[in-house]
């Protein structure tokens, strides 16, 4: 299991100043990106980036959310909820009741599926790979164990291998999983380091 703990996570400003993006982790083919996962601090009302030609799922980690509006019409993003759509839709984001922190999985459909569950306890849950993927859990909420290694708020765990998540009363995770096509399986994992 390579883990990622929140501590080692870098900021970095948007360059409209509205909030802060800290890298989690990419997934490379040759010198492009596949995929991508982030963190990011939405402290004011503003315009998303032009991600086109790349699927994204946004998920509200902490605050209480935003209306993602677009020409005809909006999204609601909820606490906890991932929200699905075209990375080059332009969106406005307008918060609902103050600053935020969202968690975002951006891909290429050209290379691989992705999909975010959120999972809460109390369960355990035997978590098998896929064949040719990536598989990471992000903590939203408690102290989550993956092969008896606690895991705090933000911190992001991606398996090796088959494992069991055991989450307690309180305890809540996005379940990230990544699935590559045949021709893109040979995408590189690329944790972010300090």
Not at 87 to 112: E, R, V, W, Y
Not at 140 to 151: H, S, Y
Not at 177 to 192: E, G, N, W
Request: glycine share 10%; charged share 20%.
């Amino acid at each position: 299991m390579n883990l990622l703990r929140s501590s080692h996570l870098v900021k970095v400003p948007w360059k409209n100043g509205g909030g802060t993006t800290r890298e989690i982790a990419i997934g490379r083919i040759s010198d492009q990106a596949a995929w991508r996962i982030s963190r990011a601090d939405v402290g004011q009302d503003s315009a998303f980036s032009d991600f086109a030609g790349l699927t994204r799922i946004l998920t509200v980690v902490s605050g209480h959310g935003m209306v993602l509006k677009y020409d005809g019409g909006a999204l609601d993003a909820n606490l906890w909820e991932p929200v699905v759509f075209d990375g080059g839709l332009k969106i406005a984001s307008q918060l609902k009741d103050g600053p935020l922190t969202d968690l975002n999985l951006m891909f290429d459909p050209s290379h691989c599926a992705g999909e975010v569950v959120t999972q809460c306890g109390p369960c355990a849950l035997d978590i098998a790979l896929t064949d040719a993927g990536i598989t990471a859990f992000h903590v939203l909420a408690g102290t989550p164990d993956i092969r008896g290694t606690k895991l705090d708020i933000a911190d992001t765990a991606f398996l090796d291998a088959s494992a069991r998540l055991n989450l307690s009363e309180g305890d809540a995770v996005l379940e990230i999983r990544l699935s590559y096509l045949p021709q893109s399986s040979d995408i590189k994992l690329c944790i972010a380091t300090r």
